[in-house]
């Protein structure tokens, strides 16, 4: 009907003369029957919250192949059962680095405001530049992913009042000013970057309205040489490049010069986090990082205090490999010595308390006869978290299937901070370390 008279309102707003027009307004009746049968060909994995829009999302990101589509949403319901994903948005707030990136990544995602373009739907101000590319050397690779994944479950949540109300959501809209980005961003935060577009692509697909990338300095060609490959041609051709003048007259359509901020030339008092350098960043939130100088077949010790069930987290950054290991008080071996490469550093290893009592954790260099190692280290003890969806999971490693389907998401990495899923088949599964 909405076809038909050439209106797309949403919330009774109508932005089609800016932005994409809803997919949803436009469904025939083939798409539909094919959302239907999507629906039924992965009943095992639908809940009540999937609305057709949503399904309707990975078939548009297949281009309607049936049996792809049917692919993209059974892995990404199964990562999001093993992962804990419907969890997320609480279980993170648990993670030590919750308050530090929430203070100190530029973006306007938070659980206590978000911002909303006229027809009601939710926009995203980010300032990637301020972040310090050396946030990769102190931060695992697998937290940072988690913090991407935890603020888009906030926006989906976003969405799915919009859908509510209207059946379907157009999507968000991102805003990211680049402004202050550098080649290092590109050098140090490329594997960042591209496990997160990866995955993004597999498990959120076509949850984005409209991309502006405002000040898009001249290395931003060579960042999208590393995002092309997991981007399809859809969301590619979402993408606006400009100064914020070149986007005013848009903005000021879409959102109103109320609801945006001064820096992009709107009215809106609103300061994001700022970034910056993360010594400084790490030190105002009264985050001490340890260093131990290690001789050559030598070790460092230090002891933690937990109780049975507890969580005991390790976080090591070096530039040479360096074993890892924990002893309970009576030499017991928890955890036995395992060699860390310094090519993944930092490293984040974790393992529950058998027992309450005082653990001793060993950074290892016993088996270099040549080579002593300067180690930097963090060390906390957390209850573990009480999940309500998806298989119990326990701390240390992460399974993938080795099945042929599994493969074919090539280039998307699930970074996990120390969990596992039990098997629950006969399925041959593989064990994979943990990618820090």
Same mark, same amino acid.
């Given at each position: 009907?909405?076809?038909?008279?050439?209106?797309?309102?949403? %919330?009774?707003?109508?932005?089609?003369?800016?932005?994409?027009?809803?997919?949803?307004?436009?469904?025939?009746?083939?798409?539909?029957?094919?959302?239907?049968?999507?629906?039924? #060909?992965?009943?095992?994995?639908?809940?009540?919250?999937?609305?057709?829009?949503?399904?309707?999302?990975?078939?548009?990101?297949? =281009?309607?192949?049936?049996?792809?589509?049917?692919? !993209?949403?059974?892995?990404?319901?199964?990562?999001?059962?093993?992962?804990?994903?419907?969890?997320?948005?609480?279980?993170?707030?648990?993670?030590?680095?919750?308050?530090? !990136?929430?203070?100190?990544?530029?973006?306007?995602?938070?659980? %206590?405001?978000?911002?909303?373009?006229?027809?009601?739907?939710?926009?995203?101000?980010?300032?990637?530049?301020?972040?310090?590319?050396?946030?990769?050397?102190?931060?695992?690779?697998?937290?940072?992913?988690?913090?991407?994944?935890?603020?888009?479950?906030?926006?989906?949540?976003?969405?799915?009042?919009?859908?509510?109300?209207?059946?379907?959501?157009?999507?968000?809209?991102?805003?990211?000013?680049?402004?202050?980005?550098?080649?290092?961003? !590109?050098?140090?935060?490329? %594997?960042?970057? @591209?496990?997160?577009?990866? @995955?993004?692509?597999?498990?959120?697909?076509?949850?984005?309205?409209?991309?502006?990338?405002?000040?898009?300095?001249?290395?931003?060609?060579?960042?999208?040489?590393?995002?092309?490959?997991?981007?399809?041609?859809?969301?590619?051709?979402?993408?606006?490049?400009?100064?914020?003048?070149?986007?005013?007259?848009?903005?000021?359509?879409?959102?109103?010069?109320?609801?945006?901020?001064?820096?992009?030339?709107?009215?809106?008092?609103?300061?994001?986090?700022?970034?910056?350098?993360?010594?400084?960043?790490?030190?105002?939130?009264?985050?001490?990082?340890? =260093?131990?100088?290690?001789?050559?077949?030598?070790?460092?010790?230090?002891?933690?205090?937990? #109780? =049975?069930?507890?969580?005991?987290?390790?976080?090591?950054?070096?530039?040479? $490999?360096?074993?890892?290991?924990?002893?309970? +008080?009576?030499?017991?071996?928890?955890?036995?010595?395992?060699?860390?490469?310094?090519?993944?550093?930092?490293?984040?290893?974790?393992?529950?308390?058998?027992?309450?009592?005082?653990?001793?954790?060993?950074?290892? %260099?016993?088996?270099?006869?040549?080579?002593?190692?300067?180690? #930097?280290?963090? /060390?906390?003890?957390?209850?573990?978290?009480?999940?309500? /969806?998806?298989?119990?999971?326990?701390?240390?490693?992460?399974?993938?299937?080795?099945?042929?389907?599994?493969?074919?998401?090539?280039?998307?990495? /699930?970074?996990?901070?120390?969990?596992?899923?039990?098997?629950? $088949?006969?399925?041959?599964?593989?064990?994979?370390?943990?990618? +820090?």
């Amino acid at each position: 009907e909405m076809s038909d008279k050439g209106k797309y309102p949403v %919330n009774g707003v109508d932005l089609s003369a800016f932005l994409p027009v809803p997919t949803a307004c436009t469904f025939t009746d083939k798409e539909r029957n094919a959302i239907k049968e999507l629906r039924e #060909k992965c009943a095992e994995w639908i809940k009540p919250s999937h609305s057709d829009y949503y399904l309707a999302r990975f078939l548009i990101a297949r =281009k309607w192949d049936m049996s792809k589509s049917v692919e !993209l949403f059974s892995n990404a319901m199964k990562w999001r059962q093993a992962e804990h994903v419907d969890d997320l948005v609480e279980s993170f707030k648990q993670d030590f680095w919750f308050d530090f !990136l929430t203070s100190y990544w530029p973006t306007s995602i938070s659980e %206590n405001k978000y911002h909303y373009t006229k027809d009601g739907c939710p926009i995203i101000y980010e300032r990637i530049g301020l972040v310090s590319p050396k946030i990769v050397d102190y931060i695992p690779l697998q937290t940072l992913f988690w913090h991407h994944v935890y603020n888009v479950e906030l926006m989906e949540r976003e969405n799915a009042k919009v859908i509510e109300a209207n059946g379907f959501s157009p999507g968000t809209i991102m805003t990211e000013d680049l402004d202050a980005l550098q080649m290092s961003h !590109l050098t140090k935060m490329s %594997n960042l970057i @591209s496990t997160i577009s990866g @995955s993004d692509e597999q498990r959120f697909p076509e949850s984005i309205r409209k991309i502006y990338i405002v000040n898009p300095p001249g290395v931003f060609a060579m960042a999208m040489t590393v995002l092309k490959p997991f981007l399809d041609e859809g969301t590619l051709k979402k993408f606006a490049n400009g100064s914020p003048k070149d986007f005013n007259k848009e903005w000021k359509e879409i959102v109103g010069e109320e609801n945006l901020p001064k820096y992009l030339g709107g009215t809106l008092e609103w300061d994001p986090p700022v970034g910056g350098d993360i010594k400084k960043a790490l030190a105002a939130k009264g985050i001490t990082i340890h =260093k131990a100088t290690i001789a050559r077949r030598a070790e460092h010790t230090f002891e933690v205090t937990a #109780k =049975k069930g507890q969580n005991i987290f390790v976080q090591v950054m070096a530039k040479k $490999d360096i074993g890892v290991g924990i002893k309970a +008080a009576d030499k017991s071996v928890v955890l036995p010595v395992k060699k860390y490469d310094s090519e993944k550093s930092p490293h984040l290893i974790s393992v529950a308390a058998p027992e309450d009592g005082t653990y001793t954790i060993s950074l290892d %260099n016993t088996d270099s006869p040549m080579m002593g190692r300067t180690v #930097k280290y963090l /060390s906390w003890v957390k209850d573990p978290f009480q999940y309500t /969806s998806g298989d119990k999971v326990e701390e240390g490693v992460l399974e993938k299937s080795k099945s042929k389907k599994d493969k074919k998401d090539k280039g998307v990495k /699930s970074p996990r901070s120390g969990s596992r899923k039990e098997e629950k $088949d006969k399925k041959k599964k593989e064990k994979v370390d943990v990618v +820090a």
